[in-house]
């Protein structure tokens, strides 16, 4: 018996949330006494026996050109596969866009009950007992079910890579199932540090006033290793990509720190990024909804607080 994760990888690399899955499902096999298989589905640059520091005890891989195009009806057949050949209790995926994905999509073809949104290890695996966000992360609620397969989705950032030694075996997987998605392009959003994985954020809102200010953002955003992100109505206007927007209707973020500059904090935004460790809020009205919900606040104006913020990084960072 095992326990079965969706090791994904993005252009044939692993990325911290492909740790974080493996580790987790790693802890949840402990929990349930059995072991760990991490499942590698498309071309890959790394080398998968590097999942092994991170818990898994056998590798899959499924490296067919097939699966060079994300298909989550495929991946889920893929998953499928190893899960019933394993004889898994439970399929571990991180929240991210194809994970969230293949969800449905397996726990139908597996006939298993799906558990989105999860945000820590089981308190149970007899019965599976977890912890999930709920009402757009401004809550949590435990679900419980008395089936015995489960598919687990994790928030991104939640739970943490932990590292375990050993080795792993590899192994090449073939599936039948043919895809059912021909994809013509993608266009990529740009950027050093991907929002889902990213421990520090920067964000503006329309405070900034406009487009010719982001620098202000970028270059701290720089010094910290920092993603970048924004409110709605700074997408909505252009000045930004939507894919920096975060909040309820865009990217739901999990970073250690997330700093906002000149956003007043309206519900639909602290939805999306609520699950930050620590908030830190700039804005020149003390009265914005944003303070309440933040673990330290700067009243002031951004174009005067954020540089000299800047340059107290600076000379932090210099000794």
């Given at each position: 018996?095992?326990?079965?994760?969706?090791?994904?990888?993005?252009?044939?690399?692993?990325?911290?949330?492909?740790?974080?899955?493996?580790?987790?499902?790693?802890?949840?096999?402990?929990?349930?006494?059995?072991?760990?298989?991490?499942?590698?589905?498309?071309?890959?640059?790394?080398?998968?026996?590097?999942?092994?520091?991170?818990?898994?005890?056998?590798?899959?891989?499924?490296?067919?050109?097939?699966?060079?195009?994300?298909?989550?009806?495929?991946?889920?057949?893929?998953?499928?596969?190893?899960?019933?050949?394993?004889?898994?209790?439970?399929?571990?995926?991180?929240?991210?866009?194809?994970?969230?994905?293949?969800?449905?999509?397996?726990?139908?073809?597996?006939?298993?009950?799906?558990?989105?949104?999860?945000?820590?290890?089981?308190?149970?695996?007899?019965?599976?007992?977890?912890?999930?966000?709920?009402?757009?992360?401004?809550?949590?609620?435990?679900?419980?079910?008395?089936?015995?397969?489960?598919?687990?989705?994790?928030?991104?950032?939640?739970?943490?890579?932990?590292?375990?030694?050993?080795?792993?075996?590899?192994?090449?997987?073939?599936?039948?199932?043919?895809?059912?998605?021909?994809?013509?392009?993608?266009?990529?959003?740009?950027?050093?540090?991907?929002?889902?994985?990213?421990?520090?954020?920067?964000?503006?809102?329309?405070?900034?006033?406009?487009?010719?200010?982001?620098?202000?953002?970028?270059?701290?955003?720089?010094?910290?290793?920092?993603?970048?992100?924004?409110?709605?109505?700074?997408?909505?206007?252009?000045?930004?990509?939507?894919?920096?927007?975060?909040?309820?209707?865009?990217?739901?973020?999990?970073?250690?720190?997330?700093?906002?500059?000149?956003?007043?904090?309206?519900?639909?935004?602290?939805?999306?990024?609520?699950?930050?460790?620590?908030?830190?809020?700039?804005?020149?009205?003390?009265?914005?909804?944003?303070?309440?919900?933040?673990?330290?606040?700067?009243?002031?104006?951004?174009?005067?607080?954020?540089?000299?913020l800047t340059e107290a990084v600076k000379r932090f960072k210099q000794g």
């Amino acid at each position: 018996m095992s326990v079965v994760v969706f090791a994904e990888q993005w252009e044939g690399r692993f990325k911290k949330t492909t740790f974080e899955a493996v580790s987790y499902g790693r802890r949840v096999a402990d929990m349930l006494g059995v072991s760990t298989v991490a499942v590698v589905i498309g071309s890959l640059e790394d080398d998968p026996s590097e999942l092994a520091s991170y818990g898994a005890s056998k590798v899959v891989h499924f490296s067919e050109d097939s699966f060079n195009s994300f298909d989550s009806s495929a991946f889920a057949s893929a998953l499928k596969e190893v899960a019933v050949a394993e004889g898994a209790r439970s399929v571990i995926l991180s929240g991210t866009s194809n994970g969230k994905s293949v969800v449905p999509s397996m726990a139908i073809q597996w006939e298993a009950a799906p558990i989105t949104n999860v945000a820590a290890l089981p308190d149970s695996v007899d019965p599976m007992t977890v912890k999930r966000g709920a009402f757009s992360s401004k809550g949590y609620v435990t679900y419980t079910t008395s089936e015995q397969k489960t598919v687990l989705c994790f928030i991104p950032n939640a739970i943490g890579a932990v590292e375990f030694p050993g080795a792993a075996s590899v192994e090449e997987g073939s599936v039948s199932a043919e895809a059912r998605v021909r994809v013509k392009g993608v266009d990529r959003a740009t950027g050093s540090v991907p929002l889902p994985e990213a421990e520090l954020v920067v964000s503006g809102g329309r405070g900034l006033k406009g487009p010719e200010n982001w620098g202000l953002i970028e270059e701290l955003a720089q010094l910290l290793g920092a993603g970048t992100a924004c409110s709605k109505p700074v997408s909505d206007m252009h000045w930004r990509p939507h894919s920096e927007h975060v909040g309820q209707t865009g990217i739901a973020i999990n970073p250690n720190l997330y700093i906002a500059v000149g956003i007043s904090g309206a519900i639909q935004h602290l939805a999306g990024v609520s699950n930050s460790k620590v908030i830190v809020v700039i804005n020149s009205d003390s009265e914005a909804p944003f303070f309440k919900a933040a673990d330290y606040g700067v009243v002031g104006d951004a174009f005067s607080v954020l540089p000299q913020l800047t340059e107290a990084v600076k000379r932090f960072k210099q000794g």
